[in-house]
């Protein structure tokens, strides 16, 4: 089996790609790593979809170089589901190009089981298709991890920029401390000698300034104690009742007293004797009219 495929990347990068082992793992399409720790980084299953079916190995694939820029890979493993055994061989080659690199993969496998009963040329398509998912793969990761030797380069010329400024510095306040070192003994002498002459006194022996004038120093100002008559009607014209009142007003609607049983007999015997009254008054009136008129 041989199969070439052409990749915008130059050699140096595909190269430190495929000396790592752990990015060459991500690279192979439909591995998944053992859960063991201490197990290489390309040991585990790998699924291989061929002619309609789904064939999964458990194994191991090695990988040695680079010798004068190629890479030789192998492997063996067993079927997940069967008795079937496959043995791979495969060698990849680099060859600088103008634009990128060449890549090209041959090698030979050997096997039975499963991988033996697919139709003529359906394992040898499904190989060509898993070395193009390789290489998609290996593209992705051979730029990743150019950006980020280059985003490293960077940091590092940051700070050894940041160190020879911080050097600078340290240098500069180490020149400027010692010529300064004599000029402030001179000035810390002048202020010892100077103190020393010099008697400030206390804190309470200063003179306290005089009081400003105050116009209404002398003036006392009373408040009266209850607000005048005038005052008192106009604020309750203006807010109503006071709060006084309205806790002596009697209250009103259907919180009002109910008068009591004699009060209510008095008043209605009232309203009965004027009637009758006014009654016997007309009444009187009327019967002496009668009789004056039967009167020869």
Known sequence: MEHEVFVPVPVPALLRT????????????GLQQDADASASPLAGRLKLRAGGHTITYRGELRLTGP????FSVTGKGVEARGTGAVELALTIGLTATDGGTTIAYSGTADGDGRLVEL???????????????????????????????????????????????????????EEGAVGSGGSGDEVRA?????????????VYDSPVPPPSLDPVAGVEFTVPDEPPAEA????????????????????????????????????????WVAPAAALALASAVVLGRALRRRRP
């Open 18 to 29: 495929l000396g790592d082992p752990a990015r060459v793992a991500r690279c192979v399409p």
């Open 190 to 202: 002048d202020d010892a000698d100077g103190s020393a002459g010099d008697d400030p006194g206390s």
């Open 67 to 70: 010798e004068r820029d190629r």
């Open 119 to 173: 139709e003529e040329g359906a394992a040898l398509a499904a190989a060509h298709r898993l070395l193009d998912r390789f290489t998609q793969q290996l593209v992705t990761e051979s730029l990743a991890a150019r950006e980020e030797a280059d985003a490293g380069a960077e940091a590092d010329a940051d700070a050894d920029g940041d160190d020879a400024v911080a050097a600078e510095g340290l240098a500069g306040d």
């Open 232 to 271: 008192a009607h106009a604020r309750r014209t203006m807010i109503g009742r006071s709060a006084e009142e309205v806790d002596h007003a009697p209250p009103r609607g259907r919180y009002a007293p109910v008068p009591s049983p004699e009060a209510g007999g008095a008043s209605t015997t009232l309203r």
